[in-house]
């Protein structure tokens, strides 16, 4: 998993949305040394996020690409985060593997996969992250197990499922 602001690398994003008043949240993390590059990057007046990631058969796709309209920048003077930026924006031309909007689930399953930290389905209770860790399985095998409905119910074969 690769994550570029820009064409710059950063280490991890979470991305908060907040549909009522049309602003968003993003955390970036990045390493010390590269933090004084993001900044001088946040100054553009707008900024393109791209998250790319690789599936079990190697090949590359992006996960996300998006563009910002940044209205203000924290940094870890302003709230005490270490190693973090906080940017607050606007979410613009939003394009996603899966055709819906951001899914910051799905961003944090990848993020865990690709830094080797499993999924526990039987732990888990949010109905959300679950949806969203049976999409990440179906990215991951790029599509090699097939989904059906019948009766309203959705059915998949479940031997690619990243569970055990």
Not at 50 to 65: D, P
Not at 134 to 140: K, P, T
Request: glycine content about 4%; some cysteine.
């Amino acid at each position: 998993m690769e994550i570029f602001l820009n064409n710059i690398k950063i280490d991890y994003l979470d991305i908060t949305r907040d549909e009522k008043i049309v602003n968003d949240k993003l955390l970036l993390k990045v390493k010390p040394e590269a933090k004084s590059i993001i900044l001088d990057e946040l100054e553009k007046p707008e900024i393109k996020l791209t998250v790319k990631i690789y599936n079990k058969a190697g090949k590359k796709g992006i996960l996300y690409k998006t563009r910002f309209i940044i209205d203000y920048v924290l940094t870890e003077e302003d709230y005490n985060e270490p190693d973090g930026i906080v940017l607050y924006g606007t979410m613009i031309n939003k394009m996603s593997i899966t055709g819906s909007g951001y899914d910051q689930y799905l961003m944090k399953i990848f993020y865990d996969w690709f830094n080797h930290s499993e999924f526990n389905w039987r732990k888990t209770e949010n109905s959300e992250l679950k949806n969203s860790y049976l999409q990440a399985c179906f990215i991951w095998n790029n599509g090699l197990y097939t989904m059906s409905k019948e009766n309203n119910i959705m059915k998949m074969e479940g031997d690619l499922v990243k569970d055990n």
